[in-house]
């Protein structure tokens, strides 16, 4: 069964400090993982996915098979990275799950 | 300029009153999906169409149903919405429903039932 695991629903650091949202995935296969974003009265949108390898808004997350985890991980936080996150999995085509997600807010 | 568009965006119908959420595309992808979303809970996967094959979850209610006419628009039928349908349905495409593509959501409509 695929399963997405955020354990933090809050997460809140200072402005410059370092943020790191953890993301665990329960899959048997090789699964494609995502990291998606909700602003405050946007839509959800991608943020990045693994496969891309690529860092977005200074936001990197890399897939660790031996621990099944994706953690989103960014050094210096901005207060525009105030948001809703949500990991996602995708085990098989056309289904992709979602996290509960982590609302990240960073004081000034 | 937006690429997948629900409406209403907030709608209150009755218990047990039918009611339809319907979502458009500009994109002309093949696969449209139907999420239902419930206070601080992940968004949860109801069925998905692969241009016009219906692929249903196995834990969806019978109480949702959906129809594609076209590729360009998906709705989502509730027959009978009992008060635990009170949630976020988000309406999202993909491409080709390969495992590594994105999704494009919709903004998403706020069902209530009174």
């Known amino acids: 069964a695929q399963r997405v695991t955020q354990p933090e629903k809050l997460l809140s650091v200072f402005k410059g400090a370092p943020v790191e949202l953890k993301c665990n995935y329960s899959?048997?296969?090789?699964?494609?993982l995502f990291w998606y974003v909700q602003y405050s009265r946007q839509r959800l949108q991608l943020l990045l996915r693994?496969?891309s390898r690529e860092s977005i808004k200074g936001f990197t997350a890399d897939l660790n098979k031996g621990e099944t985890s994706f953690h989103l991980k960014k050094p210096f936080a901005q207060e525009e990275d105030s948001a809703m996150y949500y990991c996602?999995?995708?085990?098989?085509?056309?289904?992709?799950?979602f996290g509960s997600g982590t609302r990240l807010s960073i004081r000034p | 300029d937006a690429m997948v568009i629900q409406n209403p965006r907030y709608q209150v119908t009755q218990f047990g009153k039918p009611v339809t959420l319907s979502c458009s595309q500009t994109?002309?992808?093949?696969?449209m999906y139907w999420y239902q979303q419930k206070s601080s809970q992940a968004p949860k996967l109801l069925f998905h169409?692969?241009?016009?094959?219906?692929?249903n979850e196995a834990d969806t209610p019978d109480n949702f149903q959906s129809r594609r006419p076209n590729t360009s628009f998906c709705f989502l039928d509730i027959r009978s919405p009992g008060l635990g349908d009170a949630a976020m349905y988000l309406c999202?495409?993909?491409?080709?429903?390969?495992?590594?593509?994105?999704?494009?959501f919709g903004s998403g409509t706020q069902l209530s039932v009174l």
């Open positions: 999202a495409t993909s491409s080709s429903g390969l495992t590594n593509e994105k999704l494009f």
């Open positions: 899959y048997s296969g090789s699964p494609e």
């Open positions: 693994h496969i």
């Open positions: 996602a999995l995708s085990g098989s085509a056309s289904k992709i799950i």
């Open positions: 994109l002309n992808h093949n696969v």
């Open positions: 169409y692969y241009d016009k094959d219906f692929n």
